[in-house]
T-cell receptor, first 114, second 106 residues
């Protein structure tokens, strides 16, 4: 059974640009959640999509947005990049809502903003 | 106040010893807890989950949940060097603990 696939693995962008990250969940999983991981802040919840609807949202500015398609694949977009957005972005899929189900993580996208 | 507080360590134990990792949480409505292990440069992977008060054992791992005291712990018996990693606890309110770095010394 294929795991969670995130693309691309690495990204280098400059301040002010925007970026789109992609996540393909495990087949049959309807929830995709996104997390930002930095050395200082640890793993922080961005948002969760379930059956194409944003179910829950963390405490991030509106520059961070996402969507989910009918095949459960999800994309996350960050606009007007700032240096502080440099981080590892992880997506996770789960059968039920991310709040109460085991999460299966992808390998992450390492974003560097210069 | 953070939703999930974790003893951040780092924690070092000799090979064969018991490693004890602890989390406290603030939301009494939290129903389920998960422990993830993250090796350096890798993604978190689930090692245990617990929903009910008491202990749950899986091989060398035991998760303990005490809802009255609002803490959850993970015990690793017969610790091995391969257990050296960061351990993250996660409650069902989307918050991860800050992680405890465990080093098992051969």
């Amino acid at each position: 059974k294929a795991g969670v696939t995130q693309t691309p693995r690495y990204l280098i962008k400059t301040r002010g640009q925007q970026v789109t990250l992609s996540c393909s969940p495990i087949s049959g999983h309807r929830s995709v959640s996104w997390y930002q991981q930095t050395p200082g802040q640890g793993l922080q919840f961005l948002f969760e999509y379930f059956s194409e609807t944003q179910r829950n949202k963390g405490n991030f500015p509106g520059r961070f947005s996402g969507r989910q398609f009918s095949n459960s694949r999800s994309e996350m977009n960050v606009s007007t990049l700032e240096l502080g957005d440099s981080a590892l972005y992880l997506c996770a899929s789960s059968r039920g809502t991310a709040g109460g189900s085991p999460l299966h993580f992808g390998n992450g996208t390492r974003l560097t903003v210069t | 106040q953070k939703e999930v507080e974790q003893n951040s360590g780092p924690l070092s134990v000799p090979e064969g010893a018991i490693a004890s990792l602890n989390c406290t949480y603030s939301d009494r409505g939290s129903q389920s807890f998960f422990w993830y292990r993250q090796y350096s440069g890798k993604s978190p992977e689930l090692i245990m989950f617990i929903y009910s008060n008491g202990d749950k054992e899986d091989g060398r791992f035991t998760a303990q949940l005490n809802k009255a005291s609002q803490y959850v712990s993970l015990l690793i018996r017969d610790s091995q060097p391969s257990d050296s990693a960061t351990y993250l606890c996660y409650g069902n309110q989307f918050y991860f603990g800050t992680g405890t770095s465990l080093t098992v010394i051969p």
